[in-house]
């Protein structure tokens, strides 16, 4: 019998194939010691190892530049730095010298005790750092016990389906994509660090399955669709029909990309849309540029510090955004400011431990407490102006006093440019996200200190209704098309027309087919979509007439429940688009009749 289980879609495509379970764990060690004549050997074993292992680092960072660039390829450094740490390396030479322990043993003994320290600091950072540290201790192991490297995807020959508890950063880089179909794991969210790396590298991902890694047998089939975030163990003929159907809609629609791409995002009657991409990588541009995007509505820069132990130099900075405004010479480049804190800690930053982290220090509190971290970024943003449209985007912002204190700091960067005869936009734009309820019902006097809006949907939508949009109990309440979050959307929008500024969407809620169908609707017509979705949604948005959407869009406003939003929104947009086609990935589903008493 077939097994279903749900979980969190975190990368597009359907693989079908037989499952392969990764424990990625630390092996169990042996409580042995050695003669004292073989003390010498055991120093020179654990002096080889952390050899192997450096070259081994070295190849995959080499790779990783080589397929993500070379800001992802620094993830490595720090178990680099790691290895030649006296703190670990004397620690463990002097339990294998002193109790002649054996080198795995000892190594195994100074890495728990290092482990120890770092958890006992109850910090959410350290938990880079201590996923680091168990990479190393995994790595070093398995070379010292003579074991099977785990994560060697390929030793069955034939391509698999990854299933594991979680995984790392380093772990997804250096998996044999020639052998991997998907990835399905117990823990992780959409923007998990090795959720971004598996989505740029294009593996279909589902996460948050919660015991995937308990229920998966040895050879077992699976199907695994991470469109929707489902997983089949198990599956039946019927079945495998359905998704083999589904998976070859998919490359049918996938051979129709190059041509949507190159096709304007217009309505059916003529109106004009401007359609942007979201990426969280600089690589991620050129694919953006394929799909169609016209430019790039959000570039989330925290990732290029996430698990770093060092702030990128300026001049990588600069670099990283040069290279993505130089892929749209003629189109805008949204660059959003650090929006570090929540679940996103950089290791060279001490962030305190908070209850409430999304709640807490984090986004634009965290920039303006560190001056030194956000005048760096300012300085290479601007520089980047030079080479095209280059727009600075602050996150949770929620009062005027913090935007004001931004324009401060950024016409001290750009004198301190000036001074330095270094080239820059002069012009350049500054905006906002407009993510929680505080900067919706402040949009009038936000509007008069910004160049542009860009609404963040999904942290709008989680503030809103105090639901939080990771946790898979609460999925059906965490509703975009709540009369709370529309209404917002509807203030936000009429603010912006009436200040002569842009308004843009870059939440998840511009690449769902109602979402898009409401949004210009309300006369929000510039979209950014993360970018496997531009096509689909263009290929929406060339169906319908923008009347039609701004009837159903009013009407929507005046609806009193979210069901009643749905349907108002499904029952216009289905005149012209089939929207079955969407019913597996939004929930697209209407309400049931009452039934008569």
Request: glycine share 6%; net charge negative.
């Amino acid at each position: 019998m077939s097994t279903v289980l749900d979980g969190f879609a975190a990368a597009d495509g359907i693989a079908i194939g037989k499952a392969l379970l990764i424990e990625w764990g630390v092996p169990e060690v042996p409580h042995e010691m050695v003669a004292p004549e073989e003390v010498e050997h055991e120093v020179e074993r654990f002096h080889e190892a952390r050899t192997w292992a450096k070259a081994r680092i070295a190849r995959l960072q080499e790779s990783t530049k080589e397929r993500l660039g070379p800001m992802e390829a620094r993830i490595f450094e720090p178990q680099m730095l790691m290895l030649d740490d006296p703190t670990l390396v004397d620690g463990a030479l002097r339990y294998v010298r002193e109790n002649r322990f054996t080198a795995a043993k000892a190594f195994d003994i100074r890495m728990l005790e290092l482990q120890a320290q770092w958890t006992r600091t109850a910090h959410p950072m350290v938990l880079d750092r201590l996923n680091d540290l168990e990479d190393l201790q995994i790595r070093l192991l398995h070379r010292l016990l003579g074991i099977a490297d785990p994560s060697d995807v390929g030793r069955l020959g034939e391509e698999v389906i990854v299933v594991a508890k979680n995984l790392s950063p380093s772990l997804v880089t250096q998996l044999d994509l020639d052998f991997v179909l998907g990835i399905a794991t117990d823990f992780g969210t959409r923007t998990s660090h090795w959720v971004i790396l598996a989505r740029s590298l294009q593996i279909p991902c589902v996460v948050g399955l919660g015991d995937i890694s308990r229920r998966i047998e040895l050879d077992q089939e699976a199907i695994l669709d991470g469109r929707i975030g489902r997983v089949i163990l198990n599956p039946d003929e019927q079945d495998r029909v359905v998704f083999r159907e589904r998976d070859s809609q998919i490359q049918a629609w996938e051979e129709k990309i190059e041509v949507i791409a190159k096709m304007d995002p217009v309505t059916a009657d003529g109106q004009p849309i401007t359609l942007r991409a979201n990426i969280d990588l600089p690589g991620e541009a050129q694919h953006a540029l394929s799909h169609g995007a016209q430019g790039i509505g959000l570039f989330r820069t925290e990732f290029l510090v996430v698990g770093q132990t060092s702030l990128p130099s300026e001049e990588e900075q600069y670099e990283a955004y040069r290279s993505i405004a130089e892929t749209f010479p003629t189109g805008a480049v949204i660059i959003r400011t650090y929006d570090l804190g929540g679940d996103k800690f950089p290791m060279f930053l001490h962030m305190p431990r908070e209850e409430n982290p999304f709640l807490g220090w984090r986004a634009i509190r965290v920039c303006l407490d560190v001056p030194e971290l956000f005048r760096t970024q300012l300085r290479a943003i601007l520089r980047a102006s030079a080479h095209g449209d280059v727009r600075i985007m602050v996150p949770l912002v929620n009062d005027v006093e913090e935007i004001l204190q931004v324009r401060e700091l950024l016409e001290e960067e750009a004198e301190g440019l000036r001074r330095d005869g270094i080239e820059y936009n002069h012009g350049t734009k500054l905006g906002i996200l407009v993510e929680t309820p505080a900067a919706a019902l402040e949009a009038v006097e936000l509007s008069r200190h910004c160049d542009f809006f860009s609404i963040g949907t999904n942290d709008l939508t989680q503030y809103t209704l105090a639901v939080d949009r990771t946790n898979t109990r609460l999925a059906k309440l965490f509703n975009p098309f709540h009369p709370a979050v529309v209404r917002q959307l509807h203030q936000v929008a009429r603010v912006a027309r009436a200040s002569g500024i842009e308004v843009s969407v870059c939440g998840e809620m511009a690449a769902n087919p109602l979402g898009a169908f409401l949004l210009l609707g309300l006369d929000i017509t510039a979209l950014s979509v993360a970018w496997p979705s531009l096509t689909e949604i263009k290929n929406v948005i060339r169906q319908f007439r923008i009347e039609d959407a701004r009837k159903a869009a009013k009407a929507a406003v005046a609806a009193s429940t979210g069901k009643e939003v749905m349907k108002v929104l499904a029952d216009e947009l289905g005149k012209s688009v089939d929207l079955s086609v969407f019913a597996g990935r939004w929930n697209l589903s209407l309400p049931e009749e009452p039934q008569p008493l």
